[in-house]
């Protein structure tokens, strides 16, 4: 009896491995992984660069922070320095208002193609405003922000 325990346990312990093998470590080497590209979701890529955003410990247009931020396309970078050297603006273009809020949401995406359009909530009541981006080498980038105003 002893014996058919252990042939039984070997078995599992093959089955395991085999298992292993096969979902886990033969597909990342088969199919490579993703990690070089930007895989999350429109939303997540908005919701990252507002948390960023809200939270940096200054001005980020004055400091010009924004110009090395990976989740931004070269245009809107482009975009945002044209923007800063008039030197004096009444209203933040990338918060759509003159004082940053305590909190911002982004809702889910609408994803057409290589583009997507993400709409946004603010702490301030009734403040929204439309993020556009789009898919640049498997990246997807915040690549315009539309004030509802505008």
Request: aromatic share 10%; net charge negative.
């Given at each position: 009896?002893?014996?058919?325990?252990?042939?039984?346990?070997?078995?599992?312990?093959i089955a395991v491995a085999v298992a292993t093998l096969f979902f886990?470590?033969?597909?990342?080497?088969?199919?490579?992984?993703?990690?070089?590209?930007?895989?999350?979701?429109?939303?997540?890529?908005?919701?990252?660069?507002?948390?960023?955003?809200?939270?940096?410990?200054?001005?980020?247009?004055?400091?010009?922070?924004?110009?090395?931020?990976?989740?931004?396309?070269?245009?809107?970078?482009?975009?945002?320095?044209?923007?800063?050297?008039?030197?004096?603006?009444?209203?933040?273009?990338?918060?759509?208002?003159?004082?940053?809020?305590?909190?911002?949401?982004?809702?889910?995406?609408?994803?057409?193609?290589?583009?997507?359009?993400?709409?946004?909530?603010?702490?301030?009541?009734?403040?929204?405003?439309?993020?556009?981006?789009?898919?640049?080498?498997?990246?997807?980038l915040i690549d315009k922000v539309t004030c509802a105003s505008e």
């Amino acid at each position: 009896m002893n014996n058919k325990n252990q042939i039984a346990f070997l078995i599992i312990l093959i089955a395991v491995a085999v298992a292993t093998l096969f979902f886990v470590i033969l597909p990342p080497i088969l199919y490579g992984t993703d990690q070089e590209t930007n895989t999350s979701a429109p939303e997540q890529v908005v919701q990252e660069f507002y948390d960023w955003y809200v939270s940096y410990q200054g001005n980020p247009l004055v400091d010009k922070a924004y110009q090395t931020n990976e989740l931004l396309s070269p245009a809107y970078i482009a975009h945002l320095d044209d923007f800063t050297q008039g030197g004096e603006w009444r209203v933040d273009p990338v918060l759509c208002a003159q004082d940053v809020p305590n909190e911002v949401t982004a809702l889910p995406a609408v994803v057409a193609g290589n583009g997507a359009t993400v709409e946004v909530n603010t702490s301030f009541t009734g403040h929204m405003f439309t993020v556009e981006l789009a898919n640049i080498d498997g990246n997807w980038l915040i690549d315009k922000v539309t004030c509802a105003s505008e």
